[in-house]
């Protein structure tokens, strides 16, 4: 069930920037508010421009507290997939208190051990994400608070990114008078909103083609295993469109919108219309197979290099098949057209929510449903509680724990020395980038 509270998400997508406002109650979505902007200085999905994407980013959140008729200050960021890295890693500390009860405390501190490794200057930690405590040897432990022990050990799954991404994220964010709530890698978001639970723990691929490029992602255990992203998207299509036919790139898009379909064999060569062409004073009479047969080279194109990248991890594999969503995966005859190169199950997520049944909104919401339905313990190891969204709590400091001879050495609960307070307040500005 999810927490109640209001929540709002910001999707700063290539083509398009979406804000959605959300009412959780007894695990029910009640949208409020939505604002959809057309997405300024970007391109591939990375921030090219600060300042034409702070201005498209205000105007979309403008829109949303229009329609909510609320002001918004708190927002769940989506970060892309670009270039994230997946890897496991393990703390291990001894329990502080006095009666070796486990605290939230000890929570956070396993979870900072866990951080302390090795991490490229470029690249800055995303998020860890729990996957089981151990307890005294005693494994496959969801959450330990309560429980007594001397030596608590965690097993979780690290995810992290370029600096350059996350760092022009925030900065556009805060720029445009916004407070970052939640960091949410996208296909954890998707896959929150478009996998059923079973979806999720056997594997499903999921595929999200955007304007600027498609992302590939793999869920199994209910964990991110793999992505992969393609840097070419539905607005690679309209491009293509308009140089073949020597029109303006609005055209074009609007050519892709009235009359484009993915598969050629399913159009007839005898349908055909006018299509303003540059230079020329009368349109010029284009056939719909020949406007199918461009847009199907540039899909074909996308589908199989995902194909071979899925294929070198034996993605195909996993019984889930292929999720698709995003903006462009709702063009007609897009998930034929996956059938035929995949050779696996292939379905289209769109999402149910009244007003909001486009594809093209499923991180938005994504984003949305995966912090409502965070569970406690993966709160609690970010450092706060499970509260509304805009309840603000203290942060404990971390301190480092110290193991000799293999045996734990029990310490209290105090303030760090001097010496620990590099580490402890690098751990506590982690803490506010985490997410599950």
Known sequence: MGNTGIYVSLDIGTTSIKVVVAEYVNGQMNIIGVGNEKSEGLSRGI???????????????????QKANMDINNVIVGIPSNSVEIESCHGMIAVSGDNREISELDVENVMAAAMVRSVP???????????EFIVDGFDGIRDPRGMIGVRLEMHATMLTGPK???HNTK????????????????????????LSKGERDFGTIIIDMGGGQTSASVIHDNQLKYTFVDPEGGEYVSKDISIILNTTLENAEKIKRDYGFALPEETSPDEVFPVETIGKNEPVKIDEQYLSEIIEARLVQIFEKIKAELDIVGARELPGGIVLTGGAASLPGVIELAKDIFEINVKLYVPDQMGMRFPAFSTGIGLIEYVANLDEIHAVSKGR????????VNQHHVEEHVFENNAPTPRE???PKKEEDKLSNKAKNFFSN???
């Open 47 to 65: 921030i090219v421009d600060i300042d034409q994407t702070v201005e498209s980013i205000k105007k979309a959140v403008k829109q949303a507290e």
């Open 121 to 131: 200057p470029e690249r800055e930690i995303i998020s860890v994400i729990p996957e």
């Open 164 to 166: 350059t991404i996350l």
């Open 171 to 194: 900065r556009c964010v805060e720029k445009a008078g916004l407070q970052i709530e939640e960091i949410v890698v996208q296909p954890l978001a998707v896959g929150s909103t478009a």
């Open 385 to 392: 509680k499970v509260h509304h969204m805009d309840e603000r």
């Open 413 to 415: 609960e105090k303030q």
């Open 434 to 436: 985490f997410f599950d």
